[in-house]
């Protein structure tokens, strides 16, 4: 499977942008880019997902490079509820589907 | 977003007992369903996937007689854990794929079940 790598934390202010960066160097051409979020014992949640263009949706916008190696979370106003954990996939594709979690980021919202 | 549902939220059961969870897609039909697990401080592990009307297929290291997954329907999965001991305590979530294909298709999860077998 191909792999994914985030770092292990970040942190922001309330009401700032926060761009969470993922590298997918061994990313295939049919593998499409996938992030979730998750807070403590809950279920992830979905985010956005691509596979060439950039994509905007209400939660976030998912910026990929042009040769797709890597990719960045965008949120565009960070609120306290955005702190949990964020996982950036790779699914479908050669992966039929499933999806392989890493250990994603831990972001921190600051007040 | 898709809704998925699953029940129970919570259970405590004996060491040797059986406990079934359910996982049901609410607002869509759902011919692919996943089962994970995540123990505290670690990340969701890939324990199976339950398609529609065919056997579920295994990761590799999870044991399928202890583990048993029924897809009946497009909207409902069960997860039984048969001969429950103290280390299958868990949180076990659930995800349901939609159709379409292609940039169309994704996986909403569940909001898990904590078992606790004691």
């Known amino acids: 499977d191909a792999k994914t790598t985030q770092p292990n934390s970040m942190e922001s202010n309330e009401e700032e942008p926060v761009h969470l960066p993922c590298n997918h160097s061994?990313?295939?051409?049919?593998?499409?880019i996938h992030w979730y979020r998750q807070l403590p014992s809950q279920g992830p949640e979905y985010v956005i997902h691509g596979l060439t263009s950039n994509v905007n949706n209400r939660m976030a916008s998912l910026a990929i490079a042009e040769d797709r190696k890597s990719s960045t979370l965008i949120l565009h106003r960070a609120t306290l509820r955005d702190a949990a954990v964020y996982y950036c996939i790779l699914g479908g594709g050669t992966s039929y589907g499933k999806l392989t979690f890493g250990q994603g980021t831990i972001l921190t919202v600051h007040p | 977003g898709a809704v998925v549902s699953q029940h129970p939220s919570r259970v405590i059961c004996k060491s040797g007992t059986s406990v079934k969870i359910e996982c049901r897609s609410l607002d869509f039909q759902a011919t692919t369903m996943f089962w994970y697990r995540q123990f505290p401080k670690q990340s969701l592990m890939l324990m199976a996937t339950s398609n529609e009307g065919s056997k579920a297929t295994y990761e590799q290291g999870v044991e399928k007689d202890k583990f048993l997954i029924n897809h009946a329907s497009l909207t409902l999965s069960t997860l039984t854990v048969t001969s429950a001991h103290p280390e299958d305590s868990s949180f076990y979530i659930c995800?349901?794929?939609?159709?379409?294909?292609?940039?169309?298709?994704?996986?909403?999860f569940g909001p898990g079940t904590r078992l606790l077998v004691l």
């Open positions: 995800s349901a794929r939609t159709a379409g294909g292609g940039i169309q298709e994704t996986q909403y």
């Open positions: 061994t990313i295939s051409g049919t593998d499409y």
